[in-house]
């Protein structure tokens, strides 16, 4: 079954805003209505959550109207993931960190664990509608309306993953179709025979989807979706993972990120001018040398740091995300004010590798390899040779779809793009069909061979 539709570059629509006031307010305004939350939220958690009072008195921040002004609230401490850790294991099972009694929350979710233990995270109702406003940026931000139907083909579980959105799909007023507790081909089918419009996903899963398809001889390329959008990993902003996507679908890519501790941060406009917008009405965004902690100048790499504002019950205050970013001020071509990622997320703090004397990041070898539509998937290893990181890609080829000449011809292709593009030499190995994981949410391409 298929649905005739134009080619993505003929698709004409409006822009459209969730709060366009706000979307496009002069940033000087928009820093005052961001200081005016960051206060009430002071004044709320102050003495009402341990957390947070225990660690700003240790600062010496002995009363809210300690914090006047923009210098003040740098008095404020970082709040790093292993304190939040910690302060679960001591104050089990939710931490010190909740501004109010138990009986004022109703949602309950934890971290997928990526990148380490689980965090668990509760939300009030304030702060669970405030979580599906951040997401209606989202979808306005990618032109999704009243109009469209959305599928979501993820596990409804602890990990917050996409449960928000589907909130925030009731807020714009879309129809959602839950696609949690039933396998890709049971999904596939309910795209064809529902006709959604909008799929929400992580990259790696919308690309298994339609490897899934063509499996079953099926294109997805025309199918009813025109717009994918995408969280949990950075492939959507890699543009040869966002051209691969948009290739297999017919339909415009869209990145978004955000995670369950934090909320839902950022995301890319209909403009898409290879950047993702970050929700500033709704975080303060700083970013800074992960070694220093100072300030990062404009224009240069940092670790991304976030303050949420609307998220009282459990808050997140001056966050060190582990988010590598390029920070960009300047108005958007879509109109809104709001600072954007360069690229979206780089990458892990943690995640960078030191080949040889070469900082490489996992995403800069996707963006490689994604040029290779013979390559179904991929997995980096990194052992060590002589106490050095080393790096062999595996890469996932059919070998009853190409011969042995082009699988080997590919391989030495990737083999020598890598090798000009970020100065290192890989060990590769080719790996059969159907022998590398898939992945629903989060992907775990990277593996440390010890």
């Known amino acids: 079954m298929s649905l005739a539709k134009a ?3 003929d698709r ?5 805003y969730f709060d366009q006031v706000v979307e496009t307010m002069d940033r000087e305004e928009l820093k005052k209505l961001q200081f005016n939350k960051l206060k009430a939220m002071i004044n709320e958690l102050y003495g009402k959550n341990k957390f947070y009072t225990e660690k700003w008195k240790a600062a010496g921040i002995n009363s809210p109207d ?12 970082f709040t790093r993931k292993s304190e939040l850790v910690q302060d679960q294991e001591k104050n089990g099972p939710y931490g010190s960190n909740m501004t109010y009694s138990l ?7 934890q971290t997928s664990g990526t990148t380490g233990k689980p965090l668990k995270w509760l939300d009030t109702d304030e702060s669970w509608n405030w979580f599906a406003r951040c997401w209606a940026h989202v979808f306005k931000g990618a032109g999704v309306t009243e109009k469209d139907i959305i599928i979501f083909p993820f596990t409804f579980g602890p990990f917050v993953g996409f449960w928000s959105a589907f909130e925030a799909a009731r807020i714009i007023g879309a129809i959602s179709i839950p696609a949690g507790g039933q396998d890709t081909i049971t999904r596939i089918n309910s795209i064809l025979e529902n006709k959604p419009t909008v799929i929400a996903c992580t990259p790696s899963y919308a690309l298994r989807l339609a490897e899934a398809a063509a499996e079953q001889g099926i294109d997805m390329s025309k199918s009813s979706i025109i717009k994918t959008i995408h969280a949990g990993e950075p492939g959507a902003s890699i543009p040869s993972t966002k051209k691969k996507l948009e290739q297999s679908w017919g339909a415009k890519c869209y990145d978004h990120h955000g995670m369950t501790e934090m909320g839902a941060i950022s995301f890319e406009c209909q403009v898409q001018p290879g950047s993702i917008h970050l929700i500033e009405s709704e975080f303060i965004v700083e970013v800074i040398n992960p070694e220093t902690g100072l300030p990062c100048a404009d224009g240069e790499s940092g670790e991304l740091i976030l303050t949420n504002l609307g998220r009282w019950g459990m808050p997140n205050i001056r966050y060190r995300t582990g988010d590598r970013v390029i920070l960009n001020v300047n108005r958007c071509d879509c109109g809104r004010t709001f600072a954007r990622i360069e690229g979206g997320v780089i990458g892990r703090v943690d995640d960078m590798l030191i080949i040889r004397g070469v900082n490489v990041f996992p995403s800069a070898l996707e963006n490689i390899i994604r040029n290779y539509p013979e390559v179904a998937e991929f997995m980096i290893e990194v052992h060590k040779v002589k106490e050095m990181d080393d790096l062999k890609l595996k890469l996932e080829i059919d070998q009853n779809q190409y ?3 082009k699988i080997k011809e590919t391989i030495n292709a990737i083999v020598e793009e890598v090798r000009n593009k970020l100065q290192i ?8 069909a159907g022998t590398l994981p898939r992945f629903e949410m989060k992907a775990k391409r990277l593996v440390r061979i010890s």
């Open 7 to 9: 080619p993505i570059n």
């Open 12 to 16: 004409k629509e409006e822009l459209t």
């Open 66 to 77: 300690d914090i006047k002004t923009w210098e003040d609230f740098q008095r404020l401490p």
């Open 103 to 109: 009986d004022k929350y109703v949602r309950f979710h």
């Open 403 to 405: 011969s042995a000449e």
């Open 425 to 432: 030499r890989v060990e590769t190995e080719h790996a059969a």
